[in-house]
């Protein structure tokens, strides 16, 4: 006994030792599937791994489309540009469009002629 009257443990017993190994056990399973859980939902989840390379993928064709979009509007500045400055612009769209020709011009319709059997 010790100074105080309450009895002195030599260490823990085997029930105590084995109930904390079970403890421990318990923990270290429970922290194992709730790690599995996370790395999964990391993966797979609304905003895991899986979904940014979707969503990289997305903002690169969105990227493209941007550009190619650019590119179209650029090119119809230009042209209406060279509508409202050069005249020869504006003959050039109505032959091809229209099929205008000038006063005096004649039209020639050159057709294959399929070979005789």
Partial sequence: MSDRGIPHQAGPTFKTASVLRTGRRVVRYTLILVTIVLVIDAVVGEKGLLALLKAG???????????????????????????????????ELARRELGLIKPGEKLFIIRDVQPKK
């Fill in 57 to 91: 993928r997305e903002y690169h064709a969105v990227e493209v489309a941007l550009d190619r979009a650019r590119a179209e509007n650029a090119a119809l500045r230009e042209e209406a540009r060279r509508l409202r400055e050069d005249p020869a612009a504006i003959e």
